[in-house]
């Protein structure tokens, strides 16, 4: 199926003004056009062909290659092995619904169109069915390197190429599963940043140097080249969840694991054991017992 913008809301049109397409007319229509399949999918069915524009795989064949180069210097090898395995297509942006055909055969995962960001329990709750809810559109093709907001390139390469890899392709359902046990939003807050800390811009140390196993950071041919020019602190699920974040700008603070190893033991320890009754015990409060100090 091809996109039409007959078919789109209002809402699937507003951008942000500091979006790189908020100002370009042809950008917001075609975004809205690709977002309303998203909007229109019901699980179960085949994900809607889009057909892309040469200037939009070009977007693809440049942010893909680039951030391939990088992936060799500074992503984990268990992100790798997932990356081989999907083998995402070079030419030309991927259909969702090739991609999530290939990775139902490696690891049991899904891809479920959405029109852009959906709320936070609903994204983290799909985790938990092995199901990846991805954005369609692609980012604005004058700044190709980057972008405000989830686009295919940050689902497929960022996501998609962990969920590949059957360690971390669990890894993701047990957060999925810690989700649906965190009932407050306190509860569910310390799990996000959680989250962000470490499946969206966590890193670690490897043979001696830090690499990332963030889908943020390996999305983003800008940052990932940077990222060990942020302040690295300890692997520590307190603080990382009770650490502001601004999702607009490159990570200044970033929680580096001491091995791949160390780093999947704590997350599967953390979203195996999590839930309201772990977020009561152990970490709610935390703020208040650092400020009390030690000792005390
Ligand atoms: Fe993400």
Redesign the pocket.
């Known amino acids: 199926m091809t996109t039409s913008t007959a078919a789109t809301g209002p809402s699937l049109y507003e951008l942000p003004a500091d979006h790189p397409g908020s100002s370009d007319q042809a950008y917001r229509e075609r975004r809205a056009a690709i977002a309303a399949v998203g909007e229109a999918y019901v699980v179960g069915q085949r994900i809607p062909e889009v057909v892309y524009t040469p200037e939009e795989d070009e977007v693809w064949r440049m942010v893909q290659s680039h951030l391939t180069v990088e992936h060799d210097r500074y992503a984990v090898a268990a992100y790798r092995d997932g990356a081989a395995r999907l083998a995402l297509r070079t030419d030309r942006v991927p259909q969702l619904q090739e991609v999530s055909d290939r990775l139902f055969a490696l690891t049991g995962w899904r891809i479920t169109p959405v029109p852009g960001l959906v709320p936070t329990r609903v994204f983290y709750g799909s985790l938990a069915e092995r199901r990846f809810m991805s954005t369609q559109y692609i980012r604005h093709h004058s700044v190709p390197f980057y972008t405000p907001e ?1 686009d295919v390139v ?2 497929l390469i ?2 998609c190429n962990m969920l590949a890899e059957p360690r971390l392709a669990d890894l993701y359902q047990l957060a999925g599963d810690a989700s649906l046990r965190a009932e407050s939003d306190e509860a569910l807050e310390f799990f996000s940043r959680v989250f962000w800390f470490s499946l ?1 811009f966590g890193v670690l140390r490897a043979d001696g140097e830090l690499r990332t196993y963030g ?2 950071l390996l999305s983003s041919y800008g940052e990932i080249g940077r990222f060990r020019e942020a302040r690295i602190e300890p692997f520590d699920l307190r603080t990382m969840g009770t650490t502001d974040y601004d999702i607009s700008k490159y990570q200044p603070v970033l929680f580096a694991a001491e091995s791949f190893d160390r780093a999947y033991d704590d997350l599967v320890e953390f979203f195996s054991t999590y839930g309201e009754a772990a977020y009561r015990v152990r970490w709610a409060g935390a703020a208040d017992e650092e400020e009390a100090g030690p000792g005390v």
Do not use: S
Request: glycine fraction near 24%.
């Open positions: 989830p940050h689902e960022g996501h969206e889908a943020g």
